[in-house]
């Protein structure tokens, strides 16, 4: 098995923190050159708030509270025995966020999508993500980012953890 480049999906659930420990277990038997533990922004509905300025403050919350997340998940990587400089985190922001100009970013249309996107740019050779557990029904109506990339990955292993 080579393992040179690990990606993991994380949401900032309890199922993502699952996946991080379940690398941070791999990380500390076999050398990896990097792990990217990637989060792709998901912003609120609008139509929800009252007024774009509680919209805003409401995107700046979860953004914040989401790098608190990503930031305690390299930790757990490092804890483990991964080097710092091994380990990175991305916040891949949202196109339509009020915080964020770049040429680069998720249109929020497929979640799954992206992250392969970023897998195959950064050339990850496993994809790791959490199961979110939600109901077939759900899964049925609304789709499952987990089922997405296991359905759509191509020239890659994919670990779904549970």
């Not at 990339?149 to 191509?154: C, I, L, M």
Request: glycine letters at 4%.
């Amino acid at each position: 098995m080579t393992l040179n480049k690990i990606l993991v999906a994380f949401d900032g659930s309890e199922n993502s923190f699952k996946a991080v420990e379940y690398v941070a277990d791999i990380v500390a038997h076999y050398p990896i050159s990097r792990v990217l533990i990637l989060y792709v922004e998901r912003l609120p509905d609008k139509d929800l708030y009252r007024d774009d300025e509680t919209w805003v403050s409401q995107c700046k919350k979860n953004e914040v509270e989401m790098t608190e997340k990503l930031s305690l998940a390299k930790q757990t990587l490092i804890k483990q025995g991964a080097s710092a400089d091994v380990v990175t985190i991305q916040y891949f922001a949202s196109c339509k966020s009020p915080f964020h100009d770049t040429d680069i970013c998720t249109t929020g249309r497929s979640i799954g999508l992206d992250i392969l996107r970023i897998r195959e740019e950064g050339n990850y050779d496993t994809v790791v993500i959490g199961r979110r557990g939600v109901s077939k029904a759900e899964e049925f109506l609304f789709g499952s980012v987990s089922t997405k990339v296991v359905q759509s990955a191509a020239d890659c292993t994919v670990w779904v953890v549970n």
